[in-house]
């Protein structure tokens, strides 16, 4: 229904910033949400953070919170991650993933890793020490 497309990720140094993309093309409409999601290598795919197109609403998960920050481009429909004092546990393949909803970006989050919505390919984001 949606193609979702990554991009942005590197290498980049402990203490450095990044910021991923994520565009979003084919049938999408008004009215959806974008969370990102990380996972590395043997551990669990974890939640970083959501935003709604409709009203800008952001969730952050425990990792992400005081360092992330996530924006949308409405117009261009292009999520923005902006990654602050990245740290070597931040290294992971990066993906986005879209669902239509006007619920909460918490919520949202749940219904993806339920497997719900659209997703990317990833993109690679390596801290170094």
């Known amino acids: 229904e949606v193609q979702l497309v990554e991009s942005g990720g590197g290498l980049v140094q402990a203490g450095g910033s990044l910021t991923l993309s994520c565009a979003a093309s084919?049938?999408?409409?008004?009215?959806?949400?974008i969370g990102w999601f990380r996972q590395a290598p043997g551990k669990e795919r974890e939640g970083v953070s959501c935003i709604s197109s409709s009203d800008g609403r952001k969730y952050y998960g425990d990792s992400a919170k005081g360092r992330f920050r996530i924006s949308i481009d409405n117009a261009k429909k292009i999520v923005y991650l902006e990654m602050n004092s990245l740290k070597p546990e931040d290294t992971a393949v990066y993906y986005c993933a879209a669902v239509y909803t006007r619920g909460p970006p918490d919520q949202v989050m749940d219904v993806l890793k339920d497997g719900y919505g659209s997703w990317g390919q990833g993109t690679q984001v390596t801290v170094s020490s």
């Open positions: 084919g049938s999408i409409f008004d009215d959806y949400a």
